[in-house]
């Protein structure tokens, strides 16, 4: 099965070998050649079509298939005596079909093939001899130069791409390198500022369980809730380690919006309080004011801030019931 591989690049392959059948059917019916040829071209896109719809077999076995069927209804072209001087013509067509392969393989069939043509021309149909006119003969010259110099320009390009994305490999590997020696170092930081934070925040603790004047607690608690809000980034670096180093695995937990408010209040009351900053109060009647205003206003925040109108200091809460939602975040 070819899993997420029906990408676009194999349709356009499925689109260009259908076209390319179609045209030859077309003209083996109005030349009059081979004419049991076109069931078999035929059996041939649709088998295309099914592989590619169905997803059947692997990415490389589809692409094979449609360069074989190429190759082969251009060699077909090739060996009839009216089609001598529109050879070149084909083989450029094919050979743009199948760059984007990236196979230099496929461009040495189509050389060998052109070659092979122009010897069966030669040998068998004999429309090639000594005694052919000037005119026909710069036909076949310029042919020749314009079919292999095809080939060889698609190879060439073919190259340039290939050693492209080997530089794009090599950087990306540099990268990937970088990113795992940044992910190691940020490691070996946070566990080695884990224990000072930790110390901080127990000290706080055990000072705040005395009897503190009331200046000396607020500032211990100030202090604690620095040590948590360090420890909190602390452990985010140490999450962008394990996601670096690919060992995070994420857990699906049912929460509670209420208690996510309430840890992005406790984050930012130290640096609000430093700002005397106090927030609004949300209803189920601000609703259509807030939808409103977001809507013209996109880059607005869902919370406004308004100086406070007095300098005393409010505990930040969240409350939620069933008739409505309130959020109050006074500091």
């Not at 005694?131 to 036909?139: H, L, N, T, V």
């Amino acid at each position: 099965m070819r899993a997420g591989e029906q990408t676009g690049r194999h349709l356009l392959l499925a689109v260009i070998t259908t076209v390319f059948s179609g045209m030859l059917g077309l003209t083996t019916a109005v030349m009059a050649w081979e004419l049991w040829t076109i069931p078999l071209v035929a059996a041939g896109c649709f088998s295309v079509w099914f592989l590619h719809i169905g997803k059947l077999g692997s990415g490389k076995f589809y692409e094979n298939l449609c360069a074989g069927l190429l190759l082969l209804e251009f060699f077909f072209f090739s060996v009839h005596e009216s089609s001598l001087f529109d050879i070149p013509a084909v083989a450029c067509i094919v050979t743009l079909a199948l760059f984007m392969l990236n196979k230099k393989w496929v461009l040495h069939v189509v050389k060998a093939l052109y070659v092979l043509a122009l010897l069966y021309h030669v040998l068998i149909l004999r429309t090639i001899t000594y005694d052919i006119g000037f005119r026909d003969g710069f036909r076949l010259v310029l042919g020749a130069v314009v079919a292999l110099g095809g080939t060889a320009l698609a190879g060439y390009w073919i190259k340039q791409r290939a050693a492209q994305r080997k530089w794009y490999d090599h950087v990306f590997a540099e990268l990937e390198t970088a990113g795992r020696q940044n992910a190691v170092f940020l490691s070996n930081v946070s566990h080695e500022l884990r224990t000072p934070i930790n110390m901080v925040i127990g000290i706080s603790e055990v000072a705040l369980g005395k009897e503190l004047s009331p200046d000396i607690r607020a500032d211990m608690t100030s202090i604690k809730l620095a040590g948590k809000r360090l420890s909190n980034q602390i452990n985010n670096m140490m999450d962008y380690t394990e996601i670096m180093e690919g060992t995070l695995t994420p857990v699906k937990e049912d929460y509670m919006i209420t208690s996510v408010l309430n840890d992005v209040i406790t984050m930012t009351a130290l640096q609000s309080n430093r700002h005397r900053l106090e927030s609004l109060t949300l209803t189920r009647r601000c609703r259509p004011f807030l939808w409103a205003t977001r809507r013209r206003f996109p880059m607005c925040s869902r919370f406004w801030w308004k100086t406070p109108s007095s300098s005393r200091r409010r505990a930040a809460s969240t409350s939620a019931s069933d008739t409505g939602w309130r959020v109050m975040a006074s500091i």
